[in-house]
C-alpha cells in the first residue's frame, strides 16, 4: 500500500478507508485494553494517533514500540472522539522498522536547548525543531520567489577567495600545505600552494555580487558565508548563510524601500504558509510572537540618521536609563543593546538607520557630502538588533582607490573589483541579510545556533 504523509492524513475526510502512515513514534500510552500512539513522519507539527486494539499484538512487542521508534501502520481512518484532532486510526498492522532504546537522548521531557545542542543529529526529530526547520525551508523560499517576482537573478559567487570583503581579516584559510612545515624564516610559500596565493573561505559574496549587478542589473546570492571570530554569542556563527542582492542605478530612498518590502514579505510568507509551526512556537516559545509578526508587517520602518540615533541614545541616559556599553557620543559603534533600545522602547517599531560615520563602515560605502558620513542603510528589529546591513556602494574609481589606500588595505588584491569602477561604472547598492538572524525573529528562538541544523562555532564542529 502506498503512504500517506500524516499532514495529508490529518486532513482527509475519507472515513473507513484503509491507509499507511509511516513515521517517529512521539509518545505511547495504555488505556486498558487500547494503547494509544502519537506518530509523527515531520511533514507537520502535528501527530496522528494510531489507536491499537492491545489484544491484537504480540504485549512484549507493542510494548516494544517506545518514544522515537521508527514504525509503519496500515489502519482505517476514523473521526476521532478525542479532543484537539479530527481524525485517527484504527490500527490493524504495525510494523516496526528501528526500535528506541530506553536511552534515547530525546525522551518527552523538558530538556534545554543547550542539552539539545550536544544532540544536534536527534534534535531535529522533536517538535520544536521540526517546527523550526520547516519554517527555515519556507524562508528559503520565499528568499527566491521574492526576487525571481521582482526581476532578480539568482547569483554564484565563489565560497574560496582570495579578497576580504569586510576588510576585518578574520577569515578561514584554505591550503593544501603543511602550515607546521614553513621556511626558515616562517615565511610561507604560497606560490607552491593549490592557488598559487593565499585564499580564504568567502565572508561575503557582495563584491563579486557587485560585478554581477553591473552586467546583469539586479542580481541576489544565497549561499553559506564564513566568519573566524572568535564570538560565544547567542547572534554569532562561524558558518552562516547570506542572501545579498545588488541592484544597479538604485539610490539611497530605493534602497530602503527595497529592504523594507522584501522582509515584509518574507514575515508575511511565514504567516502565510506557516501557521500550524508558528502557532506551536508562540504557544511554547515565545507567546508574543504572532504578535510581533503581524506588527512588523503592518507598521512602515522609521527612517533614522544616526546622528538622530545618538541624540536618542544621549537623551535616555540624561533620563536615568542605564546601558552595559556607555554611550561616548558621535562616532562610537552601536551594539545590540543600543538598537534594540531604538527599537523596542523609543519607537516600538523597526528602524532603517542611516548615514553612519565613515570610520566604522565598511570601504566601499559611498560617502555624503559631507565628507564624514556614509550612505549606510542598517535595518534594525526587535529582539534582534541590526538585521540587514546595507549601503549605496562608491562608484568613483578614484575616491575608492584613495579609501582603499586610507585603510591600508592591498589595492593590487582588489583590482578586479575597481574594474567595475574603471569601465563603464555605475552608481549601484545592496545589502546583506544573515539568514540564520532571519530565522531566530520569525521563529522566536533565542539562540542562533537553534536555527541551523548543524551549528558551526568556536570549538565546535561535530556532525
Not at 33 to 60: E, K, P, R, Y
Not at 166 to 193: H, N
Amino acid at each position: 500500500m502506498k503512504r500517506t504523509k500524516i499532514i495529508d492524513a490529518l486532513q482527509c475526510i475519507e472515513y473507513g478507508k484503509d491507509i499507511n502512515v509511516k513515521g517517529w513514534v512521539r509518545s505511547h500510552r495504555n488505556s486498558k485494553a487500547v494503547d494509544f500512539i502519537a506518530l509523527n513522519d515531520g511533514s507537520t507539527i502535528n501527530n496522528i494517533q494510531i489507536v491499537v486494539d492491545s489484544t491484537s499484538m504480540d504485549a512484549d512487542t507493542l510494548k516494544s514500540i517506545t518514544t522515537g521508534a521508527c514504525i509503519s501502520v496500515v489502519g482505517t481512518l476514523v473521526q476521532s472522539q478525542g479532543a484537539g484532532q479530527t481524525v485517527e486510526i484504527q490500527s490493524k498492522k504495525i510494523e516496526i522498522y528501528g526500535l528506541c532504546p530506553s536511552d534515547y537522548p530525546m525522551q518527552k521531557k523538558g530538556q534545554s536547548f543547550e542539552y539539545m545542542r550536544k544532540y544536534a543529529h536527534l534534535r531535529l526529530r522533536t517538535n520544536t525543531f521540526g517546527a523550526v526547520f520547516r519554517i527555515r525551508h519556507n524562508m528559503a523560499i520565499a528568499v527566491h520567489k521574492y526576487f525571481h517576482d521582482h526581476g532578480f537573478y539568482y547569483f554564484h559567487t565563489p565560497i574560496i577567495t582570495a579578497s576580504d570583503a569586510e576588510g576585518a581579516g578574520e577569515m578561514f584559510q584554505v591550503t593544501t600545505l603543511d602550515l607546521s612545515r614553513t621556511g626558515k624564516d616562517d615565511t610561507v610559500p604560497y606560490e607552491k600552494d593549490f592557488f598559487g596565493k593565499k585564499t580564504n573561505l568567502t565572508v561575503s559574496g557582495q563584491l563579486e555580487g557587485e560585478l554581477g549587478a553591473t552586467a546583469l542589473g539586479a542580481i541576489y546570492t544565497f549561499g553559506p558565508t564564513f566568519r573566524a571570530e572568535n564570538s560565544n554569542t547567542p547572534r554569532h556563527l562561524a558558518e552562516f548563510w547570506m542572501i545579498e542582492p545588488e541592484v544597479a542605478f538604485l539610490e539611497q530612498d530605493e534602497l530602503m524601500d527595497l529592504e523594507e518590502d522584501f522582509i515584509k514579505y518574507c514575515v508575511q510568507w511565514a504567516l502565510d504558509n506557516c501557521k500550524d509551526d508558528l502557532e506551536f512556537l508562540n504557544k511554547m516559545i515565545d507567546k508574543t510572537l504572532l504578535e510581533t509578526l503581524e506588527s512588523v508587517v503592518k507598521e512602515r520602518f522609521v527612517r533614522l540618521t544616526y546622528t538622530e540615533g545618538i541624540h536618542i541614545l544621549e537623551e535616555a541616559v540624561k533620563q536615568g536609563h542605564q546601558f552595559e556599553f556607555p554611550i561616548t557620543g558621535w562616532g562610537m559603534d552601536l551594539s545590540s543593546e543600543h538598537e534594540r533600545y531604538l527599537v523596542e522602547e523609543y519607537f516600538k517599531r523597526p528602524v532603517i538607520m542611516t548615514d553612519y560615520p565613515s570610520e566604522i563602515k565598511a570601504f566601499y560605502m559611498k560617502k555624503n557630502a559631507d565628507g564624514r558620513t556614509m550612505q549606510g542603510t542598517d535595518v534594525l528589529f526587535p529582539r534582534i538588533g541590526e538585521i540587514i546591513g546595507g549601503s549605496v556602494r562608491e562608484e568613483s574609481y578614484d575616491k575608492l582607490v584613495a579609501e582603499i589606500k586610507a585603510r591600508g588595505m592591498e589595492k593590487d588584491s582588489y583590482s578586479w573589483y575597481l574594474d567595475t569602477r574603471k569601465y563603464g561604472s555605475c552608481p549601484h547598492a545592496g545589502f546583506g541579510l544573515g539568514f540564520e538572524r532571519l530565522i531566530l525573529f520569525v521563529t522566536g528562538m533565542q539562540n542562533i545556533r537553534d536555527v541551523i541544523p548543524f551549528p558551526r562555532t568556536p570549538k565546535t564542529a561535530e556532525f
